[in-house]
């Protein structure tokens, strides 16, 4: 149980820094491992305008692919952190919800009824754990 709960963190930073450095780098695209809640985490991504479009490559091999987003040739994604550590978690009532960059970012909570970004969460009243920023 405590290595899978590990395994989840060390997914979803990689996957972080992998979408980071794929920018730096001006790709179109990123391949990342196949993981339900990184789907989920993907999904929003692309409802708030970070990302294009998201390919699912093969099962046999878990990957997926990404294809990133860019706005007069600058990168769409220009602050993408992780909120809650494997050590320190970081919960919040749907009321105590912070606000990221003044209100431009975006947070990804994880509630009781998904995945979904801070303003589906202050919503439907919602509280969760907070995943990452993203601006």
Do not use: H, W
Not at 37 to 42: G, K, V
Not at 43 to 59: A, P, Q, R, S
Not at 73 to 90: D, Q
Not at 125 to 132: F, K
């Amino acid at each position: 149980m405590i290595e899978m709960f590990f395994n989840f963190f060390n997914i979803l930073s990689d996957s972080i820094n992998r979408i980071i450095i794929s920018q730096k780098k001006k790709f179109k695209y990123v391949l990342l491992p196949f993981s339900k809640f990184l789907i989920s985490i993907l999904k929003i991504l692309i409802l708030e305008g970070y990302i294009n479009n998201l390919y699912l490559f093969n099962f046999k091999f878990n990957y997926v692919i990404i294809k990133l987003k860019y706005l007069n040739k600058n990168p769409a994604i220009t602050i993408f952190k992780n909120a809650s550590k494997s050590g320190l978690k970081t919960y919040s009532k749907y009321k105590f919800i912070p606000r990221f960059m003044n209100g431009l970012g975006t947070i990804i909570l994880s509630t009781s009824k998904g995945v979904m970004s801070d303003k589906k969460c202050k919503n439907l009243g919602i509280g969760g754990q907070i995943i990452c920023y993203v601006f």
